[in-house]
């Protein structure tokens, strides 16, 4: 009996993406088995710690890097570290932070809700938020007359297709904040593949899901600068206790580092490219459909496809297909924030053959012209 059967539980064919409620991601079978492998053995966890710090120095040219158990709580832990750095004595205080620096500034167009109001990740530090701008628009300067604050301890920059506004020069934001010796931290949760073009902008440290694209067990990996990493892994005798790596979650992500590793990058962009095209492709005989490749708005390298229905032509409108995909036999998830305009978009990055032939099947067999 599998586990589906044991429990009772639908199957789902996940062509949303990186989806926490579906589980995020599927880890490949040798990351499963060194999970397995790990929750069987006892550690010195500080030295898995060490290991994995080397490993994220050696593979993105950083001092290193640790986990914690999410992006979430690496948010929250990252800005504590800020605030506290390395003082046991301030980190046993946390989240009292009087008597300590502890004002965050936020660009107000990257005050995202990731599932939690990034806002309140944040907070449960002890900092005080600072907004940058408002919340459509949010400029260098206005971040510079925030971080004229004497109380300031860090800057918090968020990358995802979540912010508003245009594009911020991270760059020139990272240099301002430097200037005035306020380290700065970027929530790149789902650009595991642009670590290193994020860490380009000199900020002290990166913070990417390990459970999204690199598909590892879920972790927040925390990548950058030594002294603020050592002030991260601090805080798990403190407000970090609830947030603590796993020992299984420590090995997975090391396995799935060294896939990464040894990932042919170009070979593989070019096979997911080919398989969006096909994909796109074959529904546009659809009568009723139109589909088109849409890149990562962020520059992650994740190409969607947008599923235009003409409601008229193929039977049911875009929303109506959505629910009904979901009471397959398995159930098929599709992004549909958009379908109230008659769009649905498809990510096939973990969708394997036999569920794209699933998922084609089944728009077809639901058109009712
Ligand atoms: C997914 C996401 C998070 C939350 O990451 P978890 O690892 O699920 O806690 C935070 N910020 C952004 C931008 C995200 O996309």
Redesign the pocket.
């Known amino acids: 009996m599998n586990l589906f059967e044991k429990y009772g539980l639908s199957k789902v064919i996940n062509a949303r993406g990186?989806f926490?409620p579906l589980g995020v991601s599927r880890s490949s079978a040798k990351v499963q088995q060194a999970v397995a492998e790990s929750l069987g053995e006892f550690f010195i966890i500080d030295e898995l710690l060490d290991v994995l710090s080397q490993k994220v120095a050696d593979l993105f040219d950083v001092d290193g890097g640790t986990i914690t158990h999410?992006?979430?709580?690496s948010?929250t832990l990252a800005v504590a570290a800020a605030v506290s750095g390395d003082d046991p004595q301030k980190i046993a205080l946390l989240p009292d932070t009087s008597n300590m620096k502890n004002e965050v500034v936020l660009p107000a167009t990257h005050a995202?809700n990731?599932?939690q109001p990034?806002v309140q990740a944040i907070r449960l530090s002890g900092a005080t938020l600072v907004l940058a701008g408002s919340e459509d628009k949010c400029i260098l300067e206005e971040i510079e007359r925030t971080l004229n604050h004497k109380k300031t301890a860090c800057l918090l920059l968020?990358?995802?297709f979540?912010t508003k506004g245009d594009p911020l020069d991270f760059k020139a934001a990272v240099k301002m904040a430097h200037a005035k010796g306020i380290p700065v931290i970027i929530?790149g949760?789902?650009q595991d593949m642009r670590v290193r073009e994020l860490l380009a902008t000199e900020a002290d440290l990166v913070l990417v899901?390990a459970?999204?694209y690199l598909s590892a067990p879920?972790a927040?990996l925390v990548i950058g600068k030594s002294d603020l990493v050592k002030a991260v892994r601090g805080q798990f005798s403190g407000i970090g206790r609830a947030m603590k790596p796993t020992k299984e979650s420590l090995i997975g992500v090391l396995a799935a580092l060294e896939e990464r590793e040894q990932l042919d990058f170009s070979k593989w962009n070019q096979e997911q490219l080919e398989k969006v095209s096909l994909f796109a492709n074959k529904l546009k005989g659809y009568q009723g459909v139109d589909t088109s490749l849409a890149p990562d708005p962020a520059g992650a390298p994740v190409t969607r496809i947008d599923i235009n229905i003409n409601a008229d032509k193929f039977g049911i409108s875009a929303t109506e297909l959505a629910e009904e995909l979901k009471k397959h036999q398995s159930s098929i998830w599709l992004s549909d924030q958009n379908s109230q305009n008659g769009q649905l978009t498809v990510e096939l990055i973990a969708v394997n053959d036999k569920e794209i032939e699933v998922i084609l099947q089944a728009i077809q067999r639901l058109s009712k012209k």
Do not use: H, P
């Open positions: 990186t926490t999410c992006t979430a709580a948010i995202v990731f599932g990034i968020v990358s995802s979540l929530d949760a789902a899901s459970q999204k879920t927040g």
